[in-house]
């Protein structure tokens, strides 16, 4: 039973980067899922999550109008697509998954993470 984030990278500010958050020995659907990102030196930032039922969604003010979450449950992936990246978005992004589906982004109430991908905004 895991999560697997992956599609990090270095990008210029202003690009695009779309990552994924696969998971194995379970399905999905049943879970809210959040991305949470941490920059060096930083606490751990709720970025977005998405609710299990009816596919609601959530953005940090950070990121709102630029990213954007959904989700792909015959893939049973979980996307995060960012756009207009900003130097200060660089940070290890995570993905995680809430059996309650709280809809919140809070990182304690997350039971299951993934290793997380780096994603690096620089020219």
């Known amino acids: 039973v895991q999560l697997q984030a992956s599609g990090g990278g270095l990008v210029q500010p202003g690009g695009s980067l779309r990552l994924s958050c696969a998971a194995s020995?379970?399905?999905?659907?049943?879970?809210?899922i959040g991305w949470f990102r941490q920059a060096p030196g930083k606490e751990r930032e709720g970025v977005s999550c998405?609710?299990?039922?009816?596919?609601?969604?959530y953005y940090a003010d950070s990121v709102k109008g630029r990213f954007t979450i959904s989700r792909d449950n015959a893939k049973n992936t979980v996307y995060l697509q960012m756009n207009s990246l900003k130097p200060e978005d660089t940070a290890v992004y995570y993905c995680?998954?809430?059996?309650?589906?709280?809809?919140?982004?809070?990182?304690?109430?997350?039971?299951?993470w993934g290793q997380g991908t780096l994603v690096t905004v620089s020219s």
């Open positions: 998405i609710s299990s039922s009816d596919g609601s969604t």
């Open positions: 995680a998954a809430d059996a309650s589906s709280r809809g919140r982004l809070v990182w304690y109430e997350y039971d299951l």
């Open positions: 020995g379970f399905t999905l659907d049943y879970y809210g």
